[in-house]
Structure formats: C-alpha cells, structure tokens
C-alpha cells in the first residue's frame, strides 16, 4: 500500500512539473519580440543578407510606400545626410543601386523617436535596424523593442556600424533613444522572413 501511494505521489508530483514546464515554454513562445543577433561585420554590404522583403534607408528610400505588404511609419524623428558618397564602407545602400552610389544617411532626434512596423499578415518576421556613428560623435544609443527591453548600442559598435535583429509578429514599435552624443539614429529599417 505503501508502495502505491508512493508511486501515485511520484507520479502526481512528475505530472505538475511537466504542466510546469509546458506552461512556461508557452509563455515564451507567446513573447513577440525575441531578440536575435548583433552584426558589426557586414556594415554597407548589407543586400546579400538583409532586406530581402523590406528596405528602408534615411532620405533614399519613400517610408510611406509599402514594401511586399509591409509598412513603416517613423514617429519624430528628422533625417539628415551626412555625406553624399564618399566610398565609406559604412554608408548602407539603395537597392539596386551600387555600392558607389550610397550617400550616408540617418534618421534622428536629440531625445527619442519611434519606428513602427507594420506587416501584411501575422506570421514572424525578421526587423533588422542599422545604426551607425558616421560622424564619430561618440554615439550611444538604446534600443527599446516591443517587449520593452533596452538594448544598449556602445560608441565602439555604432562607430563602426551594427546591425541589430530581432523576430517579431504582428505590428511593432521601436523605441530609439539618445544616451550618449548629440542624438540617436538610425540608418535603415530592413525586413527579411522568419527562418
């Protein structure tokens, strides 16, 4: 008897940390925002790996036209042109454009400004932003995702150009604050499927 009621009490307990376990792997797969990876190695040569769906690039592209579906709306943020095109590998550029032909752009604001994407549909998608320092102004930039977590962007990684990704679902916003330097930016918004 004692045996049984051991066994029945091991097997109860084994049954809610399984219940345990399978509700915290739904809550994670409920999050939207999963964030995915930092790239500093890429920098202008961005078209092979990013923005196969969606391109936005500060000054050079039209935000209010939608791309495969997909819409962005950049809230208060200016743009600015720092340089027309001087061979700088960290300039991003316009498809299908060349390389040559890039001018280094950004959007900004001295405080904060919001980047909102909207996609056709509810299936996950990739958001890659690309931030860079173009000037060396000592830029550090914090990232806010929809999930409301910070992401700080160091002066050495915008310096040099980053690109960072994450997954999302639905429409999303992104929350792009100044730290450190005159301001923060952004220099593109690219869209790519979910792998």
Request: glycine share 6%; charged share 20%; net charge negative.
């Given at each position: 008897m004692k045996r049984t009621m051991t066994a029945?009490?091991?097997?109860?307990?084994?049954?809610?940390?399984?219940?345990?376990?399978?509700?915290?792997?739904?809550?994670?797969a409920k999050k939207p925002v999963r964030p995915v990876a930092k790239d500093t190695t890429t920098v202008g040569k961005w078209k092979s790996k990013y923005g196969k769906k969606a391109?936005?690039?500060a000054i050079t592209t039209d935000t209010a036209a939608k791309q495969a579906?997909?819409?962005?709306?950049?809230?208060?943020?200016?743009?600015?042109?720092?340089?027309e095109n001087d061979k700088d590998d960290k300039r991003v550029p316009q498809p299908p454009k060349d390389d040559a032909d890039?001018?280094?752009?950004?959007?900004?604001?001295?405080?904060?400004?919001?980047?909102?994407?909207t996609p056709p549909d509810d299936k996950p998608y990739k958001v890659t932003l690309y931030v860079m320092?173009?000037?060396?102004?000592?830029r550090v930039?914090?990232?806010?995702?929809?999930?409301?977590?910070?992401?700080?962007?160091?002066?050495?990684?915008?310096?040099?150009?980053?690109f960072l990704t994450w997954?999302?679902?639905?429409?999303?916003?992104?929350e792009v604050r100044k730290k450190e330097g005159p301001n923060g930016v952004v220099s593109a918004v690219l869209i790519d499927a979910a792998e």
């Open positions: 029945l009490l091991c097997g109860l307990v084994s049954l809610a940390l399984l219940a345990g376990q399978r509700a915290t792997f739904a809550e994670e391109a936005w690039i579906g997909y819409a962005l709306e950049i809230k208060d943020a200016e743009t600015y042109t720092w340089s890039a001018p280094a752009t950004c959007w900004y604001n001295g405080e904060t400004f919001s980047l909102v994407v320092d173009y000037d060396h102004q000592s930039v914090e990232i806010v995702d929809p999930a409301k977590q910070t992401l700080e962007v160091t002066s050495a990684e915008t310096d040099g150009g980053i997954v999302v679902e639905k429409a999303v916003t992104f």
